[in-house]
């Protein structure tokens, strides 16, 4: 293990040594990746980290919409682990509640936002939220984050 790091533009790197238990077909000079799970929740509430929003120091996230598209039910949520894409829920919502949120569509020609349009879904029934990404600065939540 070594205590200093090495960094590019998108993520600091720290250099370990892993054993692991020699299997049929290894041979020297291979390399492997592998991901180090800092933290896990079974059976977590997860939601998109694209539908948490935040104010004055609280979290929230629209469970409505009006006539209009315009997104409403503005509830109160706790945050957990996340994995940069989806954030755990600890507190707010159930399994089954529907969560609107707002999605910025790109055309893969361009890199300008040409649309947005209300998504909404269904908060799917306890699953396994492995930590291992990073929220970007300002982010929601706490998480695990990763080594490499």
Same mark, same amino acid.
């Given at each position: 293990?070594?205590?200093?790091?090495?960094?590019?533009?998108?993520?600091?790197? @720290?250099?370990?040594?892993? *054993?692991?238990?020699?299997?049929?077909?290894? =041979?020297?000079?291979?390399?492997?990746?592998?991901?180090i799970?800092?933290?896990?929740?079974?059976?977590?509430? =997860?939601?998109?980290?694209?539908?948490?929003?935040?104010?004055?120091?609280? *979290?929230?996230?629209? *469970?409505?919409?009006?006539?209009?598209?315009?997104?409403?039910?503005?509830?109160?949520?706790? +945050?957990?682990?996340?994995?940069? +894409?989806?954030?755990?829920?600890?507190?707010?919502?159930?399994?089954?509640? +529907?969560? @609107?949120? +707002?999605? *910025?569509?790109?055309?893969?020609?361009?890199?300008?936002?040409?649309?947005?349009?209300?998504?909404?879904?269904?908060?799917?029934?306890?699953?396994?939220?492995?930590?291992?990404?990073?929220?970007p600065s300002? #982010?929601? #939540?706490?998480?695990? #984050?990763?080594?490499?």
């Open positions: 293990s070594s205590s200093s790091s090495s960094s590019n533009s998108s993520s600091v790197k @720290y250099e370990v040594e892993i *054993t692991v238990g020699r299997e049929s077909g290894m =041979l020297e000079g291979m390399s492997a990746s592998c991901v799970h800092v933290e896990e929740a079974d059976h977590a509430i =997860l939601i998109p980290s694209a539908a948490i929003r935040e104010s004055k120091g609280s *979290t929230y996230v629209y *469970t409505s919409k009006d006539s209009k598209g315009n997104l409403t039910g503005k509830t109160k949520v706790s +945050t957990g682990l996340s994995n940069g +894409t989806q954030v755990q829920i600890t507190s707010g919502l159930s399994e089954g509640d +529907t969560v @609107y949120y +707002t999605v *910025t569509e790109t055309d893969s020609s361009s890199s300008k936002s040409d649309s947005s349009s209300a998504k909404n879904g269904s908060i799917p029934s306890g699953g396994s939220m492995p930590s291992g990404g990073s929220m300002g #982010g929601p #939540g706490r998480n695990g #984050g990763s080594k490499s």
